[in-house]
């Protein structure tokens, strides 16, 4: 049996620093957005042949005034640009410059998302990861009720969420880094991505939980709380390693060779399940010991 409760003090090192740049990363560079959430034009060309290169585009397109210009492979000859102009104008001037240039172009499909709901956007995606979060403590709260020694309910929930909490800051501070230094932009997809982590990451935490709590209500009293977590983790520590490999397995054959057009978000996943996988294991239980301690501490 391996005594994963000890190692808490290097899990607690861990996480705080890599939690800690996150957010430094946050705060100085942000997130690049999308157009989702800035506003501006989504336009999709094909071409005929060979797909030039995003350089040759962009020359192709330096004549015209286009502010946060991205350009994005998307996989059958496609390529999808985005830009932060909105006006007619100049969506006609675009598409008629890369047209004089590749006879061959086909215009598949032009996107106009405006400011105001851009905005609107970004505020229900905020809102909607923390009312999850919320959510998610509070089912944790009531489900794990008929538990209150050593450790009451609550802290279940206070527990999981601060594990939540760190998988997504995590994965928010590597699209950070990755917007600053390779910018690569986050829109809608992003926050799906986020929200599908949170699931995923509480599912393995409750599974250990669960584990826990019927490892209390059977055993004996006199049993240290920290055995009996440090057992359960045991106990459930390969069923939560397999399922989370099978699901990483998975994201990565995605990531590279699902296309350009859910690329991000399967790395986004991928991150997000890896360091979900590691907080239900390494973080969410130790919480529990550690509050379990200090409460102790306290009351001599």
């Known amino acids: 049996m391996f005594n994963i409760i000890s190692k808490t003090k290097y899990a607690y090192i861990f996480s705080g620093t890599l939690t800690l740049l996150s957010v430094l990363s946050l705060l100085v560079w942000g997130l690049k957005y999308d157009t989702d959430f800035t506003g501006g034009t989504l336009m999709e060309v094909k071409f005929a042949n060979t797909i030039p290169s995003n350089q040759e585009i962009s020359d192709v397109l330096s004549g015209i005034s286009l502010n946060s210009l991205t350009i994005q492979a998307s996989g059958d ?4 640009i ?6 007619d104008k100049t969506n006609d001037d675009a598409w008629k410059a890369i047209n004089g240039k590749y006879a061959d172009a086909t215009q598949l499909r032009v996107d106009f998302v405006n400011s105001s709901v851009s905005k609107e956007l970004k505020t229900k995606s905020l ?5 999850a979060i919320a959510a998610i ?3 944790i709260a009531w489900a794990f009720r008929k538990v209150s020694r050593p450790v009451e309910s609550w802290k279940y929930g ?4 601060i594990a939540l909490a760190h998988d997504v800051i995590i994965t928010a501070g590597v699209f950070s880094v990755l917007g600053h230094f390779y910018g690569i932009k986050v829109g809608i997809p992003f926050i799906a991505a986020l929200l599908t982590i949170l699931g995923f990451s509480v599912h393995d935490t409750i599974v250990v939980y669960d584990r826990t709590r019927e490892n209390l209500l059977r055993g004996s009293s006199k049993e240290p709380f920290a055995d009996v977590v440090n ?3 045991n106990e459930t520590l390969v069923r939560s390693i397999n399922t989370s490999m099978t699901v990483i397995v998975t994201l990565l054959a995605i990531y590279l060779f699902g296309g350009a057009s859910i690329k991000y978000f399967s790395l986004a996943l ?3 399940v890896t360091f979900g ?3 239900s294991i390494f973080v969410a239980s130790a919480l529990l010991v550690t509050s379990y301690e200090l409460t102790m501490k306290y009351k001599k």
């Not at 206070?158 to 969420?161: D, E, L, Q, R, Y």
């Open 77 to 80: 000859n496609s390529v999808l």
């Open 127 to 131: 809102n909607a990861l923390g009312i």
């Open 158 to 161: 206070a527990g999981a969420v």
């Open 137 to 139: 403590m509070a089912y």
């Open 82 to 87: 985005r830009y932060a102009a909105e006006e």
């Open 231 to 233: 057992r359960s983790l």
């Open 277 to 279: 996988t590691y907080s």
């Open 270 to 272: 991928l991150v997000g």
